[in-house]
């Protein structure tokens, strides 16, 4: 079980990156995320839908406090892991967090608080140059998964794509 919790959503500002943080925490193998900072409930709205049209159980929510979420999830014995570029080499650390199957991914906003790092069992980095949130939750999933959250089937989805090398192939369910 894997939840990513997004840290410091600010309205107007993080509304594509934080719904591409949800899309891509859904599509490759998460099973929720929740956010921190300003409530935004289109931008909850947009990663329900997709869900509700693509298929698939993720659940996606909003917490007020990041440290009551961590606390929690440390309670129910997760492991929590902060994707950071100032961590240890994920290559390093992997299999350690594989061995957990229960993980919260932290992943941040415009400044991660000092807490995170304190509060994290993991930090971690995929990179030691400035990139992304979405970037590095992308590749800690792969990472994690060994690359078999690509094969991934979505249940009760209402829109398949399927491969096509040029053009789209899509069905629809009415």
């Not at 869900?51 to 698939?56: C, M, Q, S, Y």
């Amino acid at each position: 079980m894997i939840t990513v919790l997004r840290l410091g959503h600010r309205l107007g500002r993080d509304d594509r990156i934080s719904t591409h943080c949800g899309l891509v925490a859904r599509a490759l193998g998460a099973d929720s995320i929740i956010y921190t900072g300003e409530k935004d409930d289109k931008m909850i709205e947009s990663v329900k839908d997709v869900t509700e049209r693509f298929g698939g159980k993720f659940s996606v929510g909003y917490e007020e406090s990041f440290k009551k979420v961590i606390r929690n999830y440390k309670k129910r014995h997760f492991s929590v892991v902060h994707l950071t570029v100032y961590g240890l080499p994920i290559q390093k650390k992997i299999k350690k967090i594989r061995s957990s199957k229960k993980v919260l991914v932290i992943i941040g906003g415009e400044k991660v608080p000092p807490a995170v790092y304190h509060l994290a069992d993991y930090n971690i980095s995929v990179s030691s140059q400035p990139h992304s949130e979405v970037a590095s939750l992308a590749v800690f999933l792969h990472d994690y998964f060994r690359g078999k959250e690509l094969e991934k089937k979505f249940n009760k989805a209402k829109i398949r794509i399927l491969p096509a090398e040029r053009g789209k192939k899509v069905i629809e369910k009415r």
